[in-house]
Each structure stands twice: as structure tokens, then as C-alpha cells.
């Protein structure tokens, strides 16, 4: 079926098994969905109770009763929020019917973007998001090295204090999409917009680029570059310097000085690390595995590329916690982390993802935020350090600030694929503070944000327990297992440096959820 479909003014997720209201998810449980989706995906035909049955409790055979009562609980859910009793039909002896409104499959991806909200408020300084570059190349291969264009000249221009710069992983979901600016800006929050193109061809490339008012639709800037790929990161400086002149043409010197950076000595190891960045932010041992190789060759390449550190100490994280807890992943992750520090003084990003891992995998909180700070003062735009910090901090039992955070890094990034980790830290963080419904809620949106990753469904099991949904939060544990077979709350914790006090809370969550310490 579809992944999303869209019914008066609900969004059923098929793989997060989510009914939204709106941005809003419901309190509709995953069997019921299961029933509500495969109703809904056959209207107006007549669905029957072994089919619901099948959808619902795959290989089980169950009484009539549970059936009735799960679809009662949908008939509720569509009454209270629509006046929707009536959108199913019972066949007698035959099954149901969905009579609803027409519904239509989504072209958006719910289960991999968390939706922004809408018509953010400008924030008080001039701010810019820089759109995917077209690649002309004809060859969809090289779409990794426009998306590296895109992001050095982002990071190039975050490194501006009085300038906010929305994230590049927010900006990828416009990618291949016919944008109206002016709505980009609404939905972004952001005054200008930069788009552009690349063209390369063996050794030579050509790119557009042109900045527009997102409020007024007005073109500010545009140029075009010919040149050879040999001096590309000299063109990520031109373009970023360019976008800041036509901001602020009075800006200072040591504020264009600060978008040159050191970059790696080799182009050729970081190529290596544009073609490694899709599956290091997967965060899925497969994926992180394949990047490790690439990783590791570009460090061979150039032993002082911190960014490539930086990565394989996220990669190698990733693996600790996710396939085994092996002490050689953690170590790994702590020595690669150091060497991002050490060899990148100047780089937000490796500065980030390395205080990340000393700080999950060190356990050393103060280090890693020592590193956080220092890539923040270089680049007060960076989103993830943002997200990244909110989870070392939710962890740490530092719920509230946790949760000022992860808001921050969100308002950077709105569409961030790292949205997850921001909304864990907020569902841990309004668990220990025994606020249920809000951690209920943050999970959802976890869970909508990144269905394949095990540790959302630990967060929403837990809330839901503690509101005393435990057919709903038992689900919610059965799904961490199938993610995770080997997983142990005990252990998860002790991997991570868990507070005490969230431990406690979250332990007997868990434990009356079924999960074994």
C-alpha cells in the first residue's frame, strides 16, 4: 500500500503505523491502524475479518471480540476528531467497509521528515537557506558531488555569527522539486534562499548560482563560474562570500576571513567522505559499515582529515550501540573522536560529531562538551550540535536543558533527518520529569521521524507504559525487538551513562512493557 495516505483531515503512516491529525499523531494503536489502513486502502470494497484479522495479528489466531474492540477504538478516534463514526460500515457476517472521505496517497515521506511548523517567524537577524544544486552532469553518480558543493558553502556561511543559516539536511528534502521560493522562505523561516546548478565534465564544472528575497520574490544576486574541478574549494569560498556581500555589503573583513578554512589536502579524500556522508547519517549498521570503508581510505589519504574522523567515530558509535556492544566499536569511536579534535580546530562539524563520542561513548560529558561549545563559537548555525548535544544532555538527566537543545536545533534544521535524536531528547527528558503525555508525544514524532531505528520505539514504549497504555506500549516493545533482537535495557543504559534517576524511570517502564533488563 501506499506509505501515506491522506483522508479528510488525517495522514495514516503505514510504516510508522501513526494516524496523524494533521502534524498531530493520534492515540490510535498499531494494531488499529493496521485495521484502519487496510480499510481505508480498499474503499468503498468490502474487507473481510480474516483479512482485517491477517493485517492486524499476522499468524495468530484470535477471538472475534478483539477485533470488534480494535474497531471500535478507530470508529472513536474518527468520531471525536471529525464526526467520522459512520466512515465504517459493518457487513454482518461479512466484515467491514470504509465509506469515508476519498483518500490519497502522499507524496511526502513521513517516515523519514518530521513536519516543520508551519509559517515560521523570522528570527531576528538576517538568515538564508541554500537549496540543493541541480546537477546537470546526467549522471545521477555525481549527485553526491553537488550536495557537497551545497554543503562547504553552507558551512562557509555559518561560520557568520550575525547570519542564521538553515541546516543542509533540512534544505535536501526540496531536492528535484519545482520550489516556490516564497513558500520555501514561510516554510524555512528564512529571509533569502540561494539555488543554484552544477555541470561537470572530467576535470572542468560549471555552476549557477543566484540568491532570491524570499519575501518579495525579488532576485538579489546571480553569477556563473567556470572552472576547473581542481579549485573547487576555492569556489565554496567565492559563492558564501558572494551570498554574505549581498547581504551586508559593509561586512567585515575578519568576518569573510572566518568562511576560508583549512580544508583536506587530498580532493581525493574528500570525495571519498561526500560518498561515505548518506550512509553515515543512516545510522544503521549496514550502511555505517559500507562508510567505514570509505572512511578509512580517505584517512589514508590524508591522516589529518578531521571530518573523516569525525564520521568514523560516528560510524563506529553507531556499531557499539546497534550491533553488540563491542568494546573494540567504542574504543574505535573514542580514538577517531580524539583525533577530529585534534586535527580540527577550525571544523564545526568534526568538532561535533567527535564531543558526540566522547561524550556517548567516553562518558566523559564535560570533555564533550567542551568540544560542542568550541565548534558553536566557530559556527553558531550548527544544528546538530545542537541535536547531538540535546542527546548527550537528555541522557545525562539535564531534561530541561536537553529540551532547550534540541528546540534550537530544530528551529535550524526544521526538516533535519536527525530529527529523531531531538525528539528522543525530549521524550526522555519529559519522562523523567513526569510529564507522560508530552514524552507520549515527542516519541511519536520519533517514531515518525525514523521508524527503522530501535531506540525511538524504547522511548515510546516507555511513555506509553507510564500513561498505563500497556497493549499500546507492549506493541511499541515488540517492535523494539524486532529492530533489536538482542536488546537489554540494562545494557542500553550502561552503553550510554544513563542518569540514575531517568535509569529508574525508564527501567520500570520498560520492565512493565516487556523488555528485558
Not at 574504543?331 to 571544523?347: E, F, N, T, V, Y
Not at 507520549?440 to 527503522?452: E, I
Not at 536488546?487 to 529508574?504: D, I, T, W
Request: aromatic fraction near 6%; charged fraction near 20%; glycine fraction near 8%.
Amino acid at each position: 500500500m501506499a506509505r501515506t495516505l491522506v483522508f479528510g483531515p488525517f495522514k495514516l503512516d503505514a510504516v510508522s503505523g501513526i494516524l496523524f491529525q494533521g502534524t498531530e499523531p493520534t492515540s490510535l494503536g498499531q494494531r488499529a491502524v493496521a485495521l484502519l489502513a487496510q480499510l481505508v486502502e480498499r474503499a468503498g470494497a468490502p474487507v473481510s475479518k480474516e483479512d482485517l484479522v491477517a493485517a492486524a495479528w499476522p499468524g495468530q489466531a484470535i477471538d472475534d471480540s478483539n477485533l470488534t474492540v480494535q474497531i471500535a477504538a478507530v470508529r472513536r478516534i474518527l468520531d471525536e476528531r471529525a464526526g467520522g463514526a459512520g466512515w465504517i460500515e459493518t457487513l454482518p457476517r461479512r466484515g467491514y467497509r470504509y465509506v469515508g472521505p476519498e483518500a490519497v496517497a502522499d507524496g511526502s515521506d513521513l517516515a523519514i521528515v518530521a513536519p516543520a511548523p508551519a509559517g515560521l517567524t523570522l528570527p531576528d537577524k538576517p538568515s538564508v537557506a541554500v537549496l540543493p544544486f541541480s546537477n546537470l552532469s546526467g549522471d545521477s553518480e555525481q549527485d553526491y558531488f553537488a550536495d557537497g558543493m551545497v554543503d562547504d558553502i553552507v558551512t562557509g556561511l555559518a561560520r557568520i555569527n550575525w547570519l542564521f543559516v538553515i541546516a543542509r539536511n533540512s534544505t535536501l528534502i526540496y531536492r528535484g522539486r519545482a520550489v516556490d521560493v516564497k513558500q520555501v522562505g514561510r516554510e524555512l523561516g528564512v529571509r533569502y534562499v540561494l539555488e543554484g546548478s552544477v555541470r561537470k565534465a572530467g576535470s572542468s564544472m560549471r555552476v549557477t548560482a543566484q540568491m532570491i528575497d524570499a519575501s518579495t520574490g525579488v532576485h538579489v544576486w546571480a553569477e556563473r563560474y567556470d572552472r576547473s574541478s581542481d579549485n573547487i574549494f576555492t569556489l565554496q569560498d567565492e559563492i558564501a562570500l558572494s551570498v554574505v556581500g549581498a547581504i551586508a555589503p559593509s561586512v567585515r573583513r575578519a568576518e569573510i576571513d572566518r568562511v576560508k578554512r583549512k580544508r583536506p589536502e587530498s580532493l581525493d579524500a574528500y570525495d571519498l567522505v561526500l560518498r561515505a556522508q548518506r550512509d553515515v547519517d543512516s545510522g544503521m549498521p549496514e550502511q555505517v559499515t559500507r562508510a567505514l570503508a570509505l572512511l578509512e581510505h580517505a584517512i589514508g589519504l590524508d591522516p589529518t582529515y578531521a571530518l573523516a574522523h569525525g564520521n568514523a567515530a560516528m560510524c563506529h558509535h553507531c556499531l557499539f550501540l546497534r550491533a553488540g556492544l563491542q568494546e573494540a566499536n567504542r574504543a574505535a569511536s573514542i580514538r577517531h573522536a580524539r583525533l577530529a579534535i585534534l586535527h580540527g580546530q577550525d571544523d564545526a562539524a568534526a568538532l561535533t560529531l567527535a564531543g558526540f563520542s566522547i561524550g556517548m561513548d567516553g562518558h566523559d560529558r564535560d570533555a564533550a562538551f567542551t568540544a560542542l561549545e568550541a565548534a558553536l563559537a566557530i559556527s553558531p548555525s550548527s544544528a546538530l550540535t545542537y541535536i547531538l548535544g540535546s542527546v548527550i544532555l537528555g541522557w545525562g538527566g539535564e531534561a530541561e536543558q536537553a529540551i532547550d537543545w534540541s528546540e534550537r536545533g530544530m528551529r535550524l534544521s526544521p526538516f533535519d533527518p536527525w530529527a529523531f535524536a531531538a525528539y528522543d531528547a525530549q521524550a526522555m527528558s519529559h519522562l523523567l520529569r513526569n510529564r507522560y503525555h508530552e514524552a507520549c508525544r515527542a516519541a511519536y514524532r520519533s517514531v515518525q521521524a525514523n521508524p527503522a531505528h530501535s531506540i525511538t520505539y524504547v522511548q515510546l514504549a516507555a511513555a506509553l507504559a507510564k500513561l498505563g497504555r500497556m497493549d499500546e506500549a507492549k506493541a511499541a516493545a515488540a517492535r523494539v525487538l524486532e529492530l533489536h533482537p538482542t536488546f537489554r535495557y540494562s545494557r542500553q543504559f550502561a552503553g550510554v551513562n544513563c542518569a540514575p534517576a531517568l535509569a529508574e524511570a525508564l527501567g520500570d517502564a520498560l520492565r512493565a512493557a516487556g523488555l528485558a533488563e
